[in-house]
């Protein structure tokens, strides 16, 4: 006689993430939180936060790796300019889009901010393979002016 082995059952999280998701919703609608898969929803809750400074974090990253090719990468800036200040105008509307909604990742944002600098100034110097000697290693511009939608660190000059 072969010993019997019981499979464990797939739970409807693993087998139809959305009506999991749909399930759980009713779920907590009725108050019936003695039947609650915890478990999954105590990750996936965990996830969501995660998510959120992933994204943000992200767009942070991508904000300053712009800004720097506005300030320093001058061979490219007469054709590239324009679409520049568009990701720039871009990732500040994400970024105030995330903050509208958790306000708390302001103070994330201040705490990622030197690393994500970092991270952008890589990027940038991929893409323009200038000199990594020319661009400060710690951000020259704040956080503040960053987010600022009236900020860049470079202005065409007015008196031509």
């Known amino acids: 006689m072969e010993p019997q082995v019981k ?3 797939t739970s409807l999280y693993n087998a139809d993430y959305q009506l999991w998701l749909e399930h759980t919703a009713a779920q907590l609608k009725a108050r019936d939180f003695g039947n609650l898969d915890l478990e999954n929803l105590i990750e996936e809750i ?6 959120e400074k992933h994204a943000i974090s992200s ?9 720097l090719k506005i300030k320093y990468w001058k061979a490219e800036r007469a054709m590239c300019l324009r679409g520049w200040k568009r990701e720039v105008i871009n990732f500040r509307l994400q970024i105030q889009e995330e903050l509208e909604t958790s306000p708390s990742l ?15 100034r890589k990027l940038f110097l991929n893409a323009s393979e200038l000199d990594a000697r020319l661009i400060p290693e710690e951000p020259d511009f704040t956080l503040e002016q960053a987010l600022d939608e009236d900020w860049l660190p470079w ?3 007015s008196s031509l």
């Open 7 to 9: 499979a464990k059952p």
């Open 46 to 51: 965990e996830s969501l936060g995660r998510s």
């Open 59 to 67: 767009y942070l990253m991508r904000l300053c790796e712009h800004l």
């Open 106 to 120: 302001k103070s994330f944002l201040q705490d990622v901010f030197t690393k994500q600098y970092k991270n952008g």
């Open 155 to 157: 202005q065409p000059d």
